[in-house]
């Protein structure tokens, strides 16, 4: 009987130290913070560089263009999956938002 407490108690108390871990995992190590955003200049971007999805999610009318060209085969490279994945992001916020009633 005395075996099985000791057991118990140990088990507990692990299960305490790793809830605790998980929950103060970001004061203990906070994530790392990314470069700043760099503000576009008014001149266009060459079109060697594929603008990123954050630009695409700001500028979402833009991505669905994108996008339309790249399935009609106007339009190639990087830009295409990352205005897919920002038009993704904002349906689904959207659609969030709907459901939350926000």
């Not at 594929?50 to 399935?71: L, M, N, S």
């Amino acid at each position: 009987m005395p075996q099985s407490k000791t057991i118990i108690i140990v088990l507990v108390t692990l299960l305490v130290g790793f809830a605790g871990g998980f929950v103060l995992r970001p004061a203990i190590a906070p994530t790392q913070q990314t470069a700043p955003v760099v503000i576009p200049s008014p001149i266009a971007a060459a079109p060697s560089e594929a603008r990123g999805t954050q630009y695409f999610i700001a500028h979402i009318d833009e991505a669905r263009q994108v996008v339309a060209g790249c399935r009609d085969g106007s339009v190639r490279g990087g830009e295409c999956a990352t205005a897919e994945e920002a038009i993704i992001k904002v349906d689904a916020q959207e659609r969030r938002k709907r459901f939350l009633g926000n």
